[in-house]
């Protein structure tokens, strides 16, 4: 039984398309994060929710909408995708916070 | 000074041999660091973490050596195993418990040859 699992796993969609990649945890954990990893693997916070409210926004396009309809669900939807936003996307949760993340296995995103 | 600066960018090690990589922070606010393990096609994995207050903890054949004063810690991979061969993260966090974040060092590549 997967802890974090999100969906879909691979998406290659062409420049200007609006996207969504869905996260899912079974955990019962509070907080819940996405997380873009470059190219060189460089992992950088995206966003963060704890119980459906968004905590953490770091200087993200505002093309980047995240949603939580409940504290076992993050979706990231994309608008208008660039190829600069060609990346792994990770999501993760916890339940004390910034302590033991799980991380979902990701969604490789190809804008082409 | 929200950073964390790993080293080297990638490792190559014997079977048998030590694994060690290095990270350095200069925030003194970060309070808890942790360590990943990835594999290709994977998320990132906790693999074992470590409280500024102390110096040394170990599990099994992974230690992390922590000095605060110098705000530099590092993985020590005992007895390498080419199944360790993974790229592994360095990370600090700070903030409050549920508002707080993971910084991620930049990574390293670990190969270990039979």
């Known amino acids: 039984d997967t802890a974090v699992s999100q969906t879909p796993k691979y998406l290659v969609t062409q420049m200007g398309n609006d996207k969504s990649i869905k996260c899912e945890q079974n955990l019962g954990h509070d907080t819940m994060y996405w997380y873009k990893q470059d190219s060189k693997k460089f992992l950088k916070i995206m966003f963060s929710?704890?119980?459906?409210?968004?905590?953490i926004n770091e200087t993200v396009p505002n093309r980047f909408s995240p949603k939580s309809p409940d504290k076992a669900h993050l979706n990231l939807h994309i608008n208008s995708l660039e190829l600069g936003d060609s990346a792994v996307y990770f999501c993760?949760?916890?339940?004390?916070?910034?302590?033991?993340?799980?991380f979902g296995s990701g969604t490789r995103l190809t804008v082409v | 000074q929200q950073q964390v600066k790993q080293s080297p960018q990638s490792l190559i090690v014997q079977k048998g041999g030590i694994s060690i990589i290095n990270c350095a922070y200069e925030?003194?606010?970060?309070?808890?660091f942790p360590w990943y393990q990835q594999f290709p096609g994977k998320g990132p994995a906790l693999l074992i973490a470590i409280r500024p207050d102390v110096s040394e903890k170990k599990e099994g054949r992974f230690t992390i050596s922590f000095n605060k004063s110098a705000k530099q810690f590092s993985l020590h991979i005992m007895d390498s195993q080419p199944g360790d061969s993974a790229t592994y993260f360095c990370?600090?966090?700070?903030?409050?418990?549920?508002?707080?974040?993971?910084?991620f060092g930049q990574g390293t590549t670990l190969q270990v040859k039979p």
């Open positions: 990370a600090a966090s700070v903030g409050s418990s549920n508002t707080g974040k993971l910084i």
């Open positions: 929710y704890n119980n459906k409210e968004l905590i």
């Open positions: 993760a949760s916890s339940q004390f916070g910034r302590y033991g993340y799980t």
């Open positions: 925030n003194t606010a970060f309070d808890y």
